[in-house]
Antibody
Framework: EVQLQESGPGLVKPSQSLSLTCSVTGYSITSNYWGWIRKFPGNKMEWMGYISYSGSTSYNPSLKSRISITRDTSKNQFFLQLNSVTTEDTATYYC????????????WGQGVMVTVSS | NTVMTQSPTSMFTSVGDRVTMSCKASQNVGINVGWYQQKTGQSPKRLIYWASNRDTGVPDRFTGSGSGTDFTLTISNMQAEDPAIYYCLQHNSYPLTFGSGTKLEIK
């Protein structure tokens, strides 16, 4: 069974970087596409980006140059880094799998809540 | 970007009711739409893919329909376990975009 699990700090200070890990079991991240999505207080959902089976990436332009998604295939993990965070980055962050580049998310992690506050 | 407009924002319903919610895309997205159910404290669960295909294990009271710009999720017989926020997602073009959600509650 495919399982995803997010981990990382629940509190980040403004202007610092947010770093999260998604650990995948039951499936190799060298197949399919793997994304990050966040849900803001108030329920708005935002796709942040993905990393593909080959390591290529695609990001939401709204995040401009603040975002980076990388991976460690030896550990079957992929990572999110979001730089220069503000309080507006406070959200629950999810990692999820896509069947292909043009399909929807079928498996999701349980989510990790991140608060940006001094 | 493709804007997904969901309606209604919220609704109250009773067990046994037929429930219909809408998602309208700002441009043609074909059938590249998924529907998700998110219960309190849980991660989103996909119910419908490619606009009208039910995921494995999803009760057949959930039905997705539509193509192009207009999409509908119908619950034919509301159950006590169905209160949640329901989201549509378009995956026709990047950036992928979600609707704002329909919050479904029991009266």
């Amino acid at each position: 069974e495919v399982q995803l699990q997010e981990s990382g700090p629940g509190l980040v200070k403004p202007s610092q970087s947010l770093s999260l890990t998604c650990s995948v079991t039951g499936y190799s991240i060298t197949s399919n596409y793997w994304g990050w999505i966040r849900k803001f207080p108030g329920n708005k959902m935002e796709w942040m980006g993905y990393i593909s089976y080959s390591g290529s990436t695609s990001y939401n332009p709204s995040l401009k140059s603040r975002i980076s998604i990388t991976r460690d295939t030896s550990k079957n993990q992929f990572f999110l880094q979001l730089n220069s965070v503000t309080t507006e980055d406070t959200a629950t962050y999810y990692c999820a799998r896509m069947g292909t580049r043009v399909s929807s998310f079928d498996y999701w992690g349980q989510g990790v809540m991140v608060t940006v506050s001094s | 970007n493709t804007v997904m407009t969901q309606s209604p924002t919220s609704m109250f319903t009773s067990v046994g009711d037929r429930v219909t919610m809408s998602c309208k895309a700002s441009q043609n997205v074909g059938i590249n739409v998924g529907w998700y159910q998110q219960k309190t404290g849980q991660s989103p669960k996909r119910l419908i893919y490619w606009a009208s295909n039910r995921d494995t294990g999803v009760p057949d009271r959930f039905t997705g329909s539509g193509s192009g710009t207009d999409f509908t999720l119908t619950i034919s017989n509301m159950q006590a376990e169905d209160p949640a926020i329901y989201y549509c997602l378009q995956h026709n073009s990047y950036p992928l975009t979600f609707g704002s959600g329909t919050k479904l509650e029991i009266k």
